[in-house]
């Protein structure tokens, strides 16, 4: 898949399968769901490194996963998450920085919370020759300005602030944009304002696509969910059923038997 297959398909009326990975592992194990684009999010900061916001993931290690995804060989176009702080600094440090992803790690595109304020530097890394997809309506990374994980666009205000903001990263060369944590009609309607894919998380049914957090709808990530989660699996239940499994064995001389022996 590339950017142009993305977009194609919100042509065709399709809708696009999205979901995050965070290592070799996570990413192969989507792999026979041929979903349409895998991002490796900043997410991990929280699911994978254990912090309580996306805030303090660093480049470093957001190239470090993205590598790992990239190894599983996927036929998803592969999309990096800008981390806090990689792109809103200066022009140059967004190119270097994007520039990273593509050289280092080798995904496809990379991901730029924010709207038109960020508009520039989208146009900027496009005509760099690196694809853009926008993250508007709830962006982890203004958590401390935003007071909070809050629904987004509950005004007719905001509702035509984050419009403007669709359309200012379509016409700077975004191929897509996220949508997270608005109301369902302002998904429909987003979606239905700009010729761009709008992938929805938390933006009700009628976004073009769809993206969820890996660990959440596998149930791996154990904290408080969002509303918008459906877990479709309990993994994580049975694999520490079966980490207890194992303990109990070893401890009480069963594993390993002659059968696990050489």
């Known amino acids: 898949m590339n950017t142009e297959d993305i977009k194609k398909l919100k042509t065709a009326g399709k809708k696009i399968v999205a979901i995050t990975a965070y ?27 254990g912090y309580d916001t996306t805030l303090p993931v660093t480049m470093d290690e957001m190239v470090h996963h993205a590598k790992a995804v990239v190894r599983a060989g996927l036929a998803a176009l592969i999309v990096a998450d800008m981390p806090f702080m990689s792109f809103n ?3 140059e440090s967004a190119v270097y920085n994007a520039g990273r992803f593509i050289k280092e790690a080798g995904v496809k595109a990379v991901k730029i919370e924010g709207g038109i304020g960020l ?14 997809m926008g993250h508007i309506g709830l962006t982890p990374q203004d958590i401390l300005v935003m007071g909070g994980y809050k629904v987004q666009a ?29 109301p369902a009609e302002v998904g429909k309607l987003l979606s239905d304002s700009i010729g761009i894919p709008v992938i929805g998380i938390g933006a009700g049914p009628f976004c073009d696509g769809q993206i969820m957090v890996f660990s959440d709808l596998t149930g791996l990530y154990e904290k408080k969910k ?19 499994k194992y303990a109990d064995e070893v401890r009480n001389g069963d594993f390993p038997d002659k059968e696990h022996s050489y």
């Open 89 to 91: 600094v200066s022009a």
């Open 23 to 49: 290592d070799w592992a996570t990413a192969s194990l989507c792999r026979d769901a041929g979903p349409d684009i895998v991002l490796v999010g900043d997410s991990l900061s929280m699911v994978a490194l």
């Open 119 to 132: 508009s520039p530097v989208v146009r900027l890394l496009v005509e760099r020759g690196i694809p853009v």
């Open 154 to 182: 509950k005004t007719p205000e905001k509702i035509e602030l984050l419009i403007k903001d669709a359309k200012a990263l379509e016409e700077a060369g975004a191929f897509s944009v996220v949508l997270e944590c608005v």
């Open 226 to 244: 969002a509303k918008f989660v459906k877990v479709y699996a309990d993994a994580g239940t049975v694999i520490k059923d079966a980490v207890r």
